[in-house]
């Protein structure tokens, strides 16, 4: 499975799924003249490929009270806090992304919290694992 492509119909059926993933087959099949059922089969090609991981949600955190939204790069301690450091950052809520990373740092992570305090509150229990640089995002663009 390390060697594999796919054609122009199954770029343009991910391109759809992108763009809206509540799009049924059968929208699919219409936008690229096949039938819901060969739209399917193909998904399922892409999923067994690991091409599709899974379906998400855009959403809007400021609807939800979550007005800070930091971009924070993790520089860790030591080699041996990767495993707690990564078990934290997926378990914690205010984590959206983490990402490890090559160059400056080790981690990038995207975060979400409500205020500065609850910001704050979370940049403390960053310093176990070593310390960070916080950027903050100022408005999204794309």
């Known amino acids: 499975m390390d060697n594999y492509s796919i054609d122009d119909i199954d ?5 759809y799924i992108i763009e809206d993933s509540r799009l049924t087959q059968k929208e699919i099949g219409e936008k690229i003249h096949m039938t819901g059922q060969a739209v ?21 955190p400021q609807k939800l ?8 790069t993790v520089f860790l301690s030591s080699n041996k806090v990767h495993p707690p450091f990564q078990k934290f950052a997926q378990e914690h809520v205010n984590v959206a992304e983490l990402h490890r990373v090559s160059g400056e740092g080790c981690y990038w992570m995207r975060v979400y919290a ?29």
Not at 124 to 142: A, C, H, I, P, S
């Open 11 to 15: 770029y343009r059926i991910l391109q």
């Open 40 to 60: 399917g089969a193909r998904i399922r090609r892409m999923r067994e490929l690991e091409i599709i991981e899974g379906y998400t949600v855009r959403w809007n």
């Open 65 to 72: 009270g979550q007005n800070i939204h930091a971009f924070i």
């Open 114 to 142: 409500k205020d500065q305090e609850e910001l704050s509150t979370f940049l403390d229990l960053l310093l176990e694992f070593g310390n960070y640089r916080v950027n903050l995002g100022m408005g999204k663009l794309k």
